[in-house]
């Protein structure tokens, strides 16, 4: 069983950043591609950034392209969310999620929640006006 704990969250003024880390519970994170979603209050879960398994390949979000980076450390078994120039429509809970992947699918990313068999547990991040 795969356990993500993310954290990082927090109250930032708009056109802050924040660095938020998902830490998986096994040494075998490098077997599965990644993702983030959020969920504003009162909204439903929606996606945010996907990293593949290897390769580096990333997908974005219309509304976060040019402001966010998903990233991953394999030798730390941790995925990062690096949120720059932040806005006040980004406040939401911010949930990590992992999907195993077989070796002939290392570059695909996956943008739909129902692609993941693991998530986390959520952080909240705030982002005043």
């Known amino acids: 069983q795969v356990q993500l704990v993310e954290s990082g969250g927090g109250l930032v003024q708009a056109g802050g950043s924040l660095r938020l880390s998902c830490k998986a519970s096994?040494?075998?994170?490098?077997?599965?591609?990644a993702g983030w979603f959020r969920q504003p209050s009162g909204k439903e879960r929606e996606f945010v950034a996907a990293?593949?398994?290897?390769?580096?390949?990333?997908r974005y979000t219309d509304s976060v392209k040019g402001r966010f980076t998903i990233s991953r450390d394999n030798a730390e078994n941790t995925v990062y969310l690096q949120m720059n120039n932040l806005k006040p429509e980004d406040s939401a809970v911010y949930y990590c999620?992992?999907?195993?992947?077989?070796?002939?699918?290392?570059?695909?990313?996956?943008?739909?929640?129902?692609?993941?068999?693991?998530w986390g547990q959520g952080t909240q991040v705030t982002v005043s006006s």
């Open positions: 096994i040494h075998t994170f490098n077997a599965y591609a």
């Open positions: 999620a992992a999907k195993l992947v077989g070796t002939l699918l290392t570059s695909r990313v996956y943008d739909d929640s129902g692609s993941y068999g693991y």
């Open positions: 990293l593949s398994r290897s390769n580096g390949v990333t």
